[in-house]
């Protein structure tokens, strides 16, 4: 066909749709089908009895016969195939290992009903910046003669009971499997007022310092990141690096906590300007480590810094 015939044109002109289908993609133009008809607007689809892939899938197996023997092959062994791990690896608690047969729901997914339990929901009255446990209503120790880069840490539960064991057991007995607990427990936190309905442009994990990294073989607050990212949609960004290896915080006061930590974080993004973002760690005591990547991320133009945990020491 030669490049400037009519047949060229008219070739030109057709609707050329993708074959798309459960199994993948193929290469190869389907011209003057259903899809075609359907994307030009004039098949008028039931999407409310099946959705529009299923006819993508049909077009495909209408034009070639094996790919129904794929498509119904593929969902069957995926079928049989959570069967049989159901039935050789039934769910079990990750805190205490029972069987888990009823108590969960969306929140829930992975401990009974017993563990749930345990995790021990942040006291009533509670500071409206740092969750820190206030003295009457207005007052909170941790707050009162400090400025803040953040605009508010929310935590999902308190640092005792069932929630500290699994995080020492995610943390320091590099027990990764913990990870999708953990993120449902966030994923709850954000129900808070404080956090609901904020679009966020990115979730940003506290960094580790390199050699920290190495040593654990982890950064436990970029798991945890990864997990809340799929839940709210929000893209993953490491914004952030530690720049320099600093003594661990657990033992020292706020000052020192605060000298501890001066200067110790730095941009990987030269601008940030206008970005609503969601910092993400598993534990936070007086905030310092949090607020200090909060600092340096509203210099880079940040509009926003909010921040979730796990537990409130």
Same mark, same amino acid.
């Given at each position: ?7 060229? /044109?008219?070739?030109?002109? /057709? ?46 197996? @209408? ?14 062994? @995926?079928?049989?195939?959570?069967? #049989? ?14 069987s ?18 345990? #995790?021990?929901?942040?006291? &009533?009255?509670?500071? =409206?910046?740092?969750?820190? =446990?206030?003295v ?24 005792? @009971?069932?929630?500290?064991e699994? #995080? $020492?057991?995610?943390?320091? @007995? /590099?027990?990764?499997?913990?990870? =999708? ?8 936190a ?36 990864? +997990? ?21 915080q ?5 000052? &020192? /906590? +605060?000298?501890?930590? $001066?200067?110790?974080?730095? #941009?990987? $993004? ?19 480590t949090?607020?200090?990547?909060? &600092? ?18």
């Open positions: 066909m030669e490049p400037g015939s009519l047949d060229s /044109r008219r070739s030109t002109l /057709r609707p050329r749709i993708w074959r798309c289908h459960p199994i993948g993609f193929s290469r190869s133009p389907v011209h003057h089908s259903a899809m075609a008809w359907y994307h030009l607007g004039f098949f008028p689809w039931p999407h409310w009895f099946l959705p529009a892939s299923w006819l993508h899938s049909f077009c495909v197996i @209408g034009r070639n016969p094996l790919s129904l023997l794929s498509f119904v092959g593929e969902s069957l062994f @995926g079928f049989a195939k959570s069967a #049989i791990l159901s039935l050789l690896y039934p769910p079990h608690c990750a805190s205490c290992g029972s888990l047969h009823e108590g969960l729901n969306e929140e829930n997914q992975h401990l009974c009903p017993h563990c749930w339990k345990g #995790i021990l929901s942040p006291p &009533e009255h509670l500071c =409206p910046m740092c969750s820190h =446990p206030m009457g209503t207005t007052f909170c120790s941790n707050c009162h003669d400090r400025s803040w880069h953040l605009s508010s840490i929310v935590a999902a539960c308190r640092y005792a @009971g069932v929630a500290e699994l #995080i $020492k057991s995610f943390k320091y @007995g /590099r027990d990764r499997t913990l990870a =999708p607990v953990l993120g449902d427990l966030l994923f709850g954000m129900s808070d007022p404080r956090l609901a309905g904020k679009p966020f442009d990115a979730v940003v994990p506290v960094p580790l310092h390199s050699l920290r990294e190495r040593e654990r073989e982890f950064n436990q607050s970029a798991l945890l990141a990864a +997990m809340l990212s799929k839940r709210l949609g929000s893209p993953v960004n490491q914004l952030l690096r530690r720049v320099r290896a600093t003594d661990p657990a033992g020292l006061d706020r000052e &020192e /906590r +605060m000298k501890n930590l $001066k200067g110790a974080f730095q #941009i990987r $993004k030269a601008s940030m300007k206008g970005l609503s973002l969601l910092l993400v760690d598993d534990v936070t005591t007086t905030g310092t949090l607020d200090a990547c909060a &600092e340096v991320l509203r210099e880079a133009g940040a509009r926003e810094v909010c921040a979730v945990v796990v537990a409130r020491g």
